[in-house]
């Protein structure tokens, strides 16, 4: 069964901290990997990756790939309590449907 | 409106009633997902519309779900007999769909709690 798995499920930080959000998968038909944001209800996409290696970056947010481990990280820098949300990781099947398997998520709250 | 609607926000029932949850997409759109996220979890695949092709229904957990879309426009998901374990928010998202990948663009959610 395929099935994406997060770590850590929560996190607790201060702001200016760094960290690292793990998401590993275990997809039959992998296309892609992407982050979104979840702060109330709908997850908002962050990041979309395909290729082994290859960083992507937003400010202060950046993902990269690893197809050989089969896992992602998400690195946020200089926290901010604005970066307080649930981050989601989500494998597409590369099926006609463009269907998302997700992870269960980690939860950041960052302190002032 | 420019993003993906849905209704109601929050929804109550008792068990066993059916309630029917609605998603607009986001005009132009023509593929249509529905998912579920229980309390601290993941967002689980329901279903999948792609214009005019048969559905993709393989998340559906029950033949109490079922959903329908007509053409490119609004989509209903219907539950049936609802039970406790149906608690949770429904999330529709949309996008442009077609070969290339396109962002799923998602709706605020209907919290439907069922008593």
């Known amino acids: 069964e395929d099935k994406v798995v997060q770590s850590p499920l929560s996190l607790v930080v201060h702001e200016g901290d760094t960290v690292t959000l793990n998401c590993s998968y275990e997809v039959t038909n992998f296309r892609s990997l992407l982050w979104y944001k979840q702060e109330k209800k709908a997850p908002t996409f962050l990041f979309m990756l395909t290729s082994s290696g290859i960083e992507k970056k937003s400010g202060r947010l950046s993902s990269i790939l690893d197809k050989k481990e089969l896992s992602s990280i998400l690195n946020i820098t200089a926290t901010q309590t604005g970066d307080s949300a649930i981050y989601l990781c989500?494998?597409?099947?590369?099926?006609?449907?463009?269907?998302?398997?997700f992870g269960q998520g980690t939860t950041l709250q960052v302190k002032p | 409106g420019a993003g993906v609607s849905q209704s109601p926000s929050n929804k109550v029932t008792e068990k066993g009633k059916d309630v029917e949850l609605r998603c607009d997409p986001i005009?132009?759109?023509?593929?249509l997902y529905w998912y579920r996220q229980r309390l601290g979890q993941g967002l689980e695949f329901l279903i999948y519309f792609q214009g005019n092709s048969a559905p993709d229904k393989s998340g559906l957990p029950s033949d109490r779900f079922s959903a329908e879309r007509t053409g490119e426009s609004v989509s209903t998901l219907t539950i049936q007999r609802t039970q406790q374990e149906d608690s949770a928010v429904y999330l529709c998202a949309s996008s442009r769909g077609g070969a290339r990948w396109s962002e799923q663009f998602f709706g605020p959610g209907t919290r439907l709690t069922v008593l």
């Open positions: 989500a494998v597409e099947d590369s099926g006609n449907t463009g269907k998302l398997i």
């Open positions: 005009s132009g759109h023509t593929a």
